[in-house]
C-alpha cells in the first residue's frame, strides 16, 4: 500500500470516530493565501481535528485517568496539535501506556512475550515524553522516549524499555539552518552539527562516541545511519545506550521500541533493514510492534472487562482496514 493512502486511511477512520462519539462541529480550517496572508477558509474544515473545547476536555483520550496524566506531564498547557489533533502521534502514547500502570502484572506478561521471553520480573515505573537528565549526560539533544518503562529483571538487575511511538509519520529532514532567537540570524541548527561531527568522526562526537562505545553496529553502517529514513529510529536507540553507559552501576539491560499500525510500510521497512545493521539482536535489543501484534498480546493476558473496554477502545480508535 503506497503511503498516501495509508495516510488517507487513516484520516479516514479518525473523522468517523470523532463524528460518531463527539459530532460534527469543526473550528480548524485549512488555509490559503490571500493578499500575501494565510486565512483560514471556513468552506475547508480539517475534520480530524477536535474542536478546541474537546480538546481542553480530554476527548483525544482514553478516559480522565489518561487525561490527568496528560495534565500533570505538561503542567496544564493546552497544545491544540496534541489534543486536539486525532490524526499526529503525540497523544497516542498516553492512550497506549498509562491504563497499564493499574495493572504492573498485566503489563510484564505484555512486554515479556513482546520481548520474547521470562525477561521482565517487575515493573517499576512507567513514564511518557521521557528523557534522562542531565541531557548533557547522555546525547546532549532533544530526544526523548514516547513511553519509558523500568523495570527488574529476572536476573535480579534493572533494565529499561525505550518506545518510540508513530501513526500516519515517516521520516523527516534534517533542517539544516534556524533563526537565533536573540539576533535573528540564520545559523546552523545543533541537530545538523551533531550529524556533521558524526559523519567527519570529531573525537567529540556523542553520537560516534555511543555509536562506538555500545558495540551494537556494522561498522560498515556507520554512514546509513544518519540517513533521514533511520535516523530517529537510531537517536532513540542511542538514547537508550547512553543510560547503560553512563548510569552502568544502576541498569544492565536496554531495548529500544518502534511501535507503529501495520499499514505504516514505512516503518516496517525501515526498521528491518535498521536491524540488519545491527552486529546482533540477542537480548532483543531492538524490536517493532505494530499495533495490531499489541491489541493481540493485550487480549491474549487481559485480566478483567475493564481493561477489555480499553483494549475495544484501541481496536476502534487506531486500527485501520483497507
Known amino acids: 500500500m503506497e503511503h498516501s493512502e495509508f495516510k488517507k486511511a487513516a484520516e479516514k477512520r479518525q473523522i468517523e470516530y470523532k463524528e460518531k462519539y463527539f459530532g460534527t462541529t469543526c473550528d480548524k480550517f485549512y488555509k490559503h493565501k490571500e493578499n500575501g496572508k494565510l486565512i483560514s477558509d471556513k468552506s475547508k ?38 489534543d486536539s489533533n486525532m490524526l499526529r502521534s503525540e497523544h497516542i502514547p498516553f492512550n497506549l501506556f498509562i491504563p497499564l500502570k493499574k495493572d504492573l502484572e498485566f503489563c510484564k506478561r505484555v512486554f ?25 549526560n547522555y546525547l546532549n539533544d532533544r530526544t526523548s522516549f514516547d513511553a519509558y518503562i523500568e523495570y527488574t529483571h529476572t536476573d535480579k538487575s534493572k533494565g529499561i524499555i525505550g518506545i518510540e511511538v508513530k501513526y500516519t509519520e515517516k521520516e523527516y529532514p534534517l533542517v539544516k539552518f534556524e533563526k537565533d532567537k536573540e539576533t535573528g540570524e ?64 544502576e541498569f544492565k539491560h536496554a531495548h529500544s521500541l518502534i511501535f507503529y499500525p501495520k499499514c505504516n510500510e514505512h516503518f516496517a521497512e525501515a526498521g528491518e533493514q535498521y536491524a540488519e545493521m545491527l552486529v546482533d539482536n540477542k537480548d532483543s535489543k531492538f524490536g517493532v510492534v505494530t499495533f495490531e501484534n499489541f491489541i493481540e498480546k493485550c487480549r491474549k493476558h487481559c485480566p478483567n472487562n475493564e481493561f477489555k473496554n480499553w483494549i475495544d477502545y484501541l481496536q476502534e480508535r487506531y486500527i485501520v482496514f483497507v
Open 186 to 249: 540564520r545559523k546552523i541548527t545543533k541537530a545538523w552539527q551533531d550529524v556533521e561531527d558524526f559523519k567527519n568522526k570529531k573525537e567529540d562526537s556523542i553520537y560516534l562516541n555511543v555509536t562506538t562505545a555500545c558495540k551494537l553496529y556494522k561498522e560498515e553502517h556507520f554512514m546509513n545511519l544518519v540517513e533521514n529514513k533511520y535516523r530517529q529510529i537510531w537517536r532513540n536507540h542511542l538514547l537508550a545506550e547512553s543510560i547503560l553507559l553512563v548510569d552502568k552501576d
Open 112 to 136: 515479556n512475550e513482546i520481548l520474547g521471553g521470562e525477561i521482565i520480573n517487575k515493573i517499576e515505573k512507567i513514564l511518557i515524553e521521557h528523557a534522562p537528565s542531565p541531557k548533557e
Open 45 to 82: 474544515p480539517i475534520r480530524y481535528y477536535l474542536t478546541d473545547k474537546d480538546g481542553k476536555a480530554g476527548k483525544n483520550y482514553y478516559n480522565q485517568e489518561v487525561f490527568e496524566a496528560v495534565l500533570d506531564r505538561f503542567q496544564h498547557i493546552f497544545d491544540y496539535k496534541r
